[in-house]
């Protein structure tokens, strides 16, 4: 077992800020991030010991190196490069990739603010994107660290589970820790009625789909079978996702949390004390959503089980 980075640096940060995370931006690819969230990780030192932690059964090593933070993988340096996580080899072409976020991450569900005008712009801007080039994330480092890089390749690490009685797919390194998920949502089921009757009024969960993230080039975790879609029979006229929110009120991230579905808080819990981000967290809210995501839990000072 190799000796872990202990971060009690980012403890104290987010322990001190725990702002709203702008959280799941993907959808907006007329501007670099960077200039939009506030609340995004940008400390490359954080990010890239994050990121060993979580991984430290793939990732050989972290240190700073040639002006820049990285980890090496399977005999290849990747370099934090702002976010986009590049061999060496691809440093030159950096201004082509869009960066992947890592953000804060509340423990608990933060009340709902008043957006301030500036807000109001951008959240607006993400519904209706004007202008600018759409930059796909790069696809070097999760391609490897999942044996991922290409359709084909991706479907061979694919592997087909029951979750809760329902069949879906997901990449067979995760399934161990979705049946783990699994039994303990049922154990709470048998002694909280209204985690059972959320389990019996399941729809089939969403996992592995080859696609890209909307309104953008990017591939989206369920394309390399990281996430899982959990929605009810009927959502009974509440919202699970803003973009279909847009559909119907221009002012999306109003929808105030009782008029949005969300599954059993103690089900939210489970999954994230695992390392799975739960999108009913981000501001653009995905509430079926999750995604798994263990450096952010390291990033944010709550390591997830092992």
Do not use: C
Not at 38 to 49: C, N, S, Y
């Amino acid at each position: 077992m190799k000796k872990k980075f202990k971060l009690f640096l980012i403890i104290l940060i987010f322990s001190a800020n725990s702002l709203f995370p702008s959280g799941n931006k993907d959808a907006n690819p007329a501007q670099d991030f960077e200039e939009l969230d506030p609340t995004l990780i940008t400390d490359a030192e954080l990010v890239m010991k994050a990121l060993y932690e979580a991984f430290n059964d793939q990732i050989d090593k972290v240190e700073f190196r040639k002006g820049d933070w990285a980890v090496l993988m399977k005999g290849v340096w990747y370099y934090y490069a702002k976010g986009r996580l590049l061999p060496e080899r691809e440093l030159r072409r950096a201004a082509k990739y869009r960066p992947y976020q890592f953000y804060k991450y509340p423990a608990e569900l933060p009340p709902q603010t008043e957006a301030t005008p500036e807000d109001v712009e951008m959240y607006l801007s993400w519904t209706n994107p004007t202008g600018g080039n759409i930059l796909n994330r790069s696809g070097f480092f999760l391609g490897v660290l999942w044996k991922a890089a290409a359709r084909r390749e991706t479907e061979k690490q694919i592997v087909e589970i029951t979750f809760l009685g329902k069949t879906t797919r997901v990449h067979k390194r995760i399934q161990p820790k979705l049946a783990v998920i699994e039994e303990q949502i049922q154990d709470a089921a048998k002694t909280d009625n209204t985690i059972q009757t959320w389990i019996e009024n399941l729809a089939n969960p969403g996992g592995y789909y080859w696609r890209v993230i909307a309104k953008t080039k990017s591939r989206s975790y369920h394309s390399y079978g990281l996430a899982v879609d959990l929605l009810p029979k009927s959502l009974d006229e509440k919202q699970a996702y803003w973009l279909w929110a847009s559909r119907k009120r221009s002012d999306w991230w109003n929808v105030p949390y009782s008029e949005r579905y969300h599954p059993p808080e103690a089900v939210i819990k489970i999954f994230e004390s695992y390392g799975f981000v739960w999108g009913g967290k981000w501001v653009m809210f995905d509430t079926m959503h999750f995604e798994y995501r263990p450096e952010v839990f390291y990033l944010n000072g709550m390591p997830p089980k092992e």
